[in-house]
């Protein structure tokens, strides 16, 4: 089993920072690529940003400029820095790591959230 321990989230003013991590856990396995999502109150889950092993990352125009994704191979740690944060950001954010099993099947595993809140 495999799993993500998020951490960072917290109450932030509007032009402020936040750095959130993900890190993934168990044996058995190689990370394809981690990424951020996020869920605000009755919208749906969204893509922010992703990065592979190889280190190609993918994100939402939404972000760009503000946001930056790394990642720690060592650790199977990815990192999601936050810049300039805005109030349409507050939202839960979601670590999404797609793994490789040594059977050679692709899995895909879901942290627990973590709440960002943006406001004044």
């Known amino acids: 089993q495999v799993q993500l321990v998020e951490s960072g989230g917290d109450l932030v003013q509007p032009g402020g920072s936040l750095r959130l991590s993900c890190a993934a856990s168990?044996?058995?396995?190689?990370?394809?690529?981690m990424g951020w999502y996020r869920q605000a109150p009755g919208k749906e889950r969204e893509l922010i940003e992703t990065i592979t092993s190889g280190g190609s990352t993918v994100y939402t125009d939404s972000v760009k400029g503000r946001f930056t994704i790394s990642r720690d191979s060592a650790k199977n740690t990815v990192y999601l820095q936050m810049n300039n944060l805005k109030p349409e950001d507050t939202a839960v954010y979601y670590c999404?790591?797609?793994?490789?099993?040594?059977?050679?099947?692709?899995?895909?595993?879901w942290g627990q959230g973590t709440q960002v809140t943006v406001s004044s």
């Open positions: 168990g044996s058995g396995f190689s990370i394809n690529a």
């Open positions: 999404n790591a797609n793994i490789r099993r040594f059977s050679g099947r692709d899995y895909s595993y």
